[in-house]
Nanobody, 124 residues
Framework: QVSLVESGGGLVQAGGSLRLSCAAS????????WAWFRQAPGKEREFVAA????????TYADSVKDRFTISRDSAKNTLYLQMNRLKAEDTAVYYC?????????????????WGQGTQVTVSP
């Protein structure tokens, strides 16, 4: 069983930065794909970014490309999302997720493990 715990959310002004963390425990992760998703009030959950556990490959949603960076620290079993130049439309609950699929995917249905989410609020 995999346990994922997010942290680092909060309130920030537009243009500011936040770094989210996701601590993973319970299994070895070397063959998993990891991702961040987000869900704003009244909207569907949407893909943000994904990374292979080796760190060799990443992919991003167009809406966050060049502003957000996904990374991981394999020694700490921790996933990160560095968010810069935040916009009001980035306001959402952010979730980390893990998939046994070893190729990058943006489809939420391919991720079998989810954290509880952390709120990010960006004031205009």
């Amino acid at each position: 069983q995999v346990s994922l715990v997010e942290s680092g959310g909060g309130l920030v002004q537009a243009g500011g930065s936040l770094r989210l963390s996701c601590a993973a425990s319970g299994r070895t992760f070397s063959r998993y794909t990891w991702a961040w998703f987000r869900q704003a009030p009244g909207k569907e959950r949407e893909f943000v970014a994904a990374i292979t556990w080796s760190g060799g490959s990443t992919t991003y949603a167009d809406s966050v490309k060049d502003r957000f960076t996904i990374s991981r620290d394999s020694a700490k079993n921790t996933l990160y999302l560095q968010m810069n130049r935040l916009k009001a439309e980035d306001t959402a609950v952010y979730y980390c997720a893990a998939s046994i699929v070893t190729v990058l995917t943006s489809h939420a249905s391919r991720y079998g493990y989810w954290g509880q989410g952390t709120q990010v609020t960006v004031s205009p």
